[in-house]
Structures are given as structure tokens and as C-alpha cells.
């Protein structure tokens, strides 16, 4: 190791920060944020430091860098844009035994400065030693990623609880144990959401039984379109803790292997007209699995919320009193719209966006089509695909033109993603020939031409001629 990573205690402490310039502002900012008492010799500052400055908040000497002004400093750094400058005050720092940090110079730095994820009170500090900022930086994002925004509310509980975590277990095993529970199921998840009180109640809970029978709660996460990119963190971690996952077709086989390895999978179907279980059986099957205290994963294609009968799902459970928590997900619309460069509102073609289901039900669908037909707006059909002929009929006889743009995304965003592009009148010629396979997304407006131009991403499974893709062939979902 070539550092000693230590956390250090500037609170109030005089420092010394040598320059005025971007970089030496992002310093500045480091040690303000741990309470530094900031002190600049600098004979210009940037706008920013100059406002700290007339705000009173750090000091400013308007001058070169002498030997003085390392008198009653606990640390300096080194951020002129004169390298003999710095190398100069690295060596005068280093003489009087204060730490010093020059930008740029790791050889000169008796400490470097890492990249911080701040969930204060926890903080996690990554450094290269110096050899690439741009790496730590890298990895710093990750680390972003993969920890909560409410570790530091977490923390402050586990620091509230800690003594009587201590008198309550007497073994290190059984603390550790018991802490691994908290921060990885309905406290911690309490926690994240804001529900300050009920953590604590659960907390207490936790503390005085005798053995665990606590009960478990339902995540109804939203896995997005198919490309496992677009997860969000939350439904990342949910995905990795949960103990059981419940889920149906839509879901892309590559985020379901980002469940956690040892968990328990149910596939409930979903497929056009043969579910494998009926949703009244899969509404209880998630509240039975929670009472028996498992972290229980309702992993969806989209967003639940969006077409996916989300809400029926967390009706009974609320009935039922499971905890429960929803996370968005990217819905099927805006994941086909934005990777096949089709904007849904355009200031020239679009100032409104309606998703419908084109499901049909005894050959017809429900919908206003009245509405749908009125120009300037985009009409987003989900479930679609079988329904075709009813939708491209029923626009035209309600005044839509026969021109009228449409295009049919395919395993929008994954890496079968194929777009075909038509008008009313031909779009069914194309889909009899061409044979998309779902789930499929039916997009009709002007905005569709806009495809040829902004379209992007090159799906990798369909850049070659006759590649064949690993999804079996089945009917729309
Ligand atoms: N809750 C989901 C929608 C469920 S309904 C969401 O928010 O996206 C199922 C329909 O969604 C499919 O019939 C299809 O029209 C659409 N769909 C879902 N994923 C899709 C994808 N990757 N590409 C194209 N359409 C998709």
C-alpha cells in the first residue's frame, strides 16, 4: 500500500490552499465540506471564490505564496499554476512536518486526495495513488451506484441502536447476525423511503422478540424495456437482496440474471391467453410469500404502473398490510421511442402523447378513437401487434390520413431491436411480411419520420444478415 488511507479531522482548522484557480476551487470545496477553516493566497480568484470570499466563508491573502503563510496551518495544498511554486511549497510544508498535497505532482504529495462518496456520516474514499484521476473518478461512479443515497440516515440509526443491539446479543455472531437483517431488509428499506417512524417501530420489534418470525415485504420493481443499462439502482439492489422473485414473460432474460444467484424464481407466465397463473393467484401468492418473512422481488417488464397491473398487485397487499415499496421503471414507450430516435413530442409534430393498450378483447377495442384521431399528437399502442388491422381501420375512419406515419419497434432496446417504419396504409403488408416477434410497440404520428434521421443504436444481434434471435417465437404479450 502506498498510502495509509485515514480519515481526517479538519473541523475549524486553518488550511492552506495556494492558488486561486478551477482546480484550486474544487479543493477549497473538499475541505469546506469537512468544516476546514479555508485560507487562500492567491493574487486572483475564480467568480466562485471570490463570492466565498465577500461571503465571509473562507479567507483570502491577495498575494504571491510566501514561507509565512505556512504558519498555524494543520495541512496545505498546492494548486498555482507554477509547478516550481508548488514544488517550492511542497518542500517548505514538508520541512515544518505539514501535510501537503500538489495538484498534478503525486510525487510531491505527502496525502492525496480521493474521490469521495459522501453519505455522511459513511464515506467511502477511493484512490489510484495518484497515478489516474479519471479511474478513480470512474470507480467512484460505480460505488455511486451501488449505495443508497440513505446509508448516511441508515448509519445514524445504527448508531442510535448500537448499545442496545450490544446489551440485547451477547455474542459477536448474534450482533452480526442481527445487523445483517436490519440493513438488508424492511428496516434499511424503511429507512430509504422515509419512513423514519416505522423503522423504528420495526427496529423495536426486531429487539424484542425472542426468534425471528418477522414479516417479510414485496418490491414491485420495474425492470424497464429489456436492455439491463437502463435499471435504475434502486431495482438493482432490490434485485440483488430480494430472497424470492416473481416474474412473467416481459421480463428480458439478461436482468433476470442479475437477481440475486440463490434466489427463489417463479415464473407466472403471462403470455397471451395462457397465463400460467390467473392474477388474482399471483396477487396472493406475493402476499402469502412476504408473511413468511421473505423479501419478496415482483419483478415487471416497463414500469408496473404503466399497462401493468401494478396497482391490483399492491391493492391486495396494502388489504393485507405487507409492507411494500414500487420503483419506476423505464416504460416500454419511452425505451422503443428513445432507441429507435422517434421523439414522442416534437415542437413541429407533436405537443401531446397518448399510451393506449391495443388489446383486444372480442375482436374490438375499447377506446376513444375520436380522440386519438386529432392531429398534432403521437398515439402509442401497446399489445398491439395482433390488434393491428383494428387500430390502422378505426384511425382511418375517424379522419387520420392514410400517410399518416407508423412504426412497429421489435424487442425495442434489446439486442434483437428492429424498427420497420410505414404509413396506415401499408403497415400491415409490412408486419405480414416481415413477422415481428413480441413483445412489439406500435408508434403512429409524424413524428415517425423523424427516425430515419435522429435513429441511433444498432442493435449488435441484427447487424449481420440472417442473425436469429434466442427469443422463442410466440404471440404478443
Ligand atoms: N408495464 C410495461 C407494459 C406491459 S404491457 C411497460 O411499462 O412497458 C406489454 C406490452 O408492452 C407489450 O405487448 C408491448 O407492446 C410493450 N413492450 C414491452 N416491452 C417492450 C419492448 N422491449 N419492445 C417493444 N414493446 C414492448
Given amino acids: 500500500m502506498e498510502f495509509l488511507p485515514i480519515f481526517f479531522d479538519i473541523k475549524d482548522k486553518p488550511c492552506l490552499v495556494a492558488g486561486g484557480g478551477d482546480v484550486a476551487e474544487r479543493k477549497v470545496r473538499s475541505l469546506r465540506r469537512a468544516g476546514g477553516r479555508v485560507r487562500i493566497v492567491a493574487p486572483e480568484l475564480t467568480p466562485e471564490l471570490a463570492q466565498l470570499r465577500d461571503e465571509g466563508k473562507v479567507d483570502h491573502l491577495d498575494k504571491a505564496f510566501d514561507a509565512t503563510d505556512l504558519e498555524n496551518t494543520v495541512l496545505a495544498i498546492a494548486a498555482t499554476d507554477n509547478p516550481e511554486v508548488n514544488r517550492q511549497i511542497a518542500g517548505l510544508a514538508r520541512a515544518r512536518n505539514i501535510p501537503v498535497n500538489v495538484v498534478d505532482q503525486p510525487d510531491l504529495c505527502s496525502f492525496v486526495m480521493p474521490s469521495v462518496i459522501d453519505r455522511s456520516p459513511v464515506i467511502v474514499a477511493v484512490s489510484t495513488g495518484g497515478a489516474s484521476p479519471v479511474l478513480a473518478r470512474l470507480m467512484r461512479a460505480r460505488l455511486e451506484s451501488l449505495i443508497p443515497a440513505g446509508y448516511g440516515r441508515l448509519a445514524e440509526l445504527c448508531r442510535r441502536y448500537r448499545d442496545r443491539v450490544k446489551d440485547r446479543f451477547k455474542t459477536m455472531e448474534q450482533r452480526r447476525r442481527f445487523w445483517d437483517d436490519i440493513l438488508q431488509g424492511g428496516v434499511a428499506e424503511r429507512i430509504f423511503t422515509g ?32 436492455d439491463p443499462d437502463l435499471l ?26 442479475m437477481t440475486r444467484q440463490d434466489a427463489q424464481r417463479i415464473y407466472v407466465g403471462k403470455e397471451r391467453n395462457h397465463h400460467a397463473m390467473r392474477q388474482e393467484e399471483i396477487n396472493a401468492l406475493l402476499a402469502r410469500l412476504a408473511k413468511e418473512g421473505k423479501r419478496v422481488l415482483r419483478l415487471k417488464g416497463g414500469d408496473p404502473f404503466i399497462f401493468g397491473r401494478g396497482g391490483e398487485e399492491i391493492d391486495t397487499l396494502a388489504a393485507e398490510g405487507v409492507p411494500f415499496q414500487v420503483v419506476p421503471g423505464i416504460t416500454a414507450a419511452a425505451g422503443c421511442a428513445a432507441y429507435s430516435g422517434i421523439p414522442l413530442t416534437h415542437r413541429d409534430y407533436a405537443q401531446s402523447v397518448t399510451f393506449v393498450t391495443g388489446h383486444l378483447k372480442d375482436g374490438s377495442m375499447n377506446l376513444n378513437w ?31 390520413p392514410a400517410d399518416m406515419p407508423v412504426a412497429l419497434v421489435e424487442q425495442g432496446t434489446t439486442q434483437q431491436q428492429r424498427v420497420y417504419t410505414g404509413t396506415l396504409s401499408n403497415i400491415g403488408d409490412i408486419v405480414k411480411e416481415k413477422q415481428p416477434k413480441p413483445p412489439t410497440l406500435i ?8 427516425h430515419e434521421k435522429l435513429a441511433w443504436y444498432e442493435a449488435p444481434d441484427r447487424s449481420e444478415q440472417g442473425a436469429t434471435s434466442p427469443v422463442e417465437p410466440g404471440t404478443e404479450a
Avoid at 419512513?195 to 424497464?224: C, F, N, P, R, T
Avoid at 439502482?233 to 414473460?249: C, E, G, I, N, S
Avoid at 386519438?372 to 382511418?396: D, S
Fill in 195 to 226: 419512513h423514519q417512524e416505522d423503522a423504528d417501530a420495526a427496529m423495536e420489534q426486531a429487539l424484542s422478540k425472542e426468534h425471528d418470525s418477522s414479516m417479510g415485504e414485496v418490491y414491485l420493481v420495474g425492470a424497464g424495456p429489456g
Fill in 232 to 257: 435504475t439502482f434502486r431495482a438493482l439492489r432490490l434485485m440483488q437482496q430480494a430472497d424470492v422473485v416473481v416474474y412473467d414473460r416481459l421480463v428480458a432474460k439478461p436482468i433476470l440474471e
Fill in 370 to 400: 375520436q380522440q386519438l384521431a386529432q392531429p398534432h399528437q403521437t398515439v402509442v399502442f401497446y399489445m398491439g401487434l395482433v390488434g393491428l388491422p383494428v387500430i390502422v381501420r378505426e384511425l382511418q375512419a375517424h379522419g387520420v
Fill in 443 to 450: 408508434i403512429v404520428g409524424e413524428v415517425v419520420q423523424l
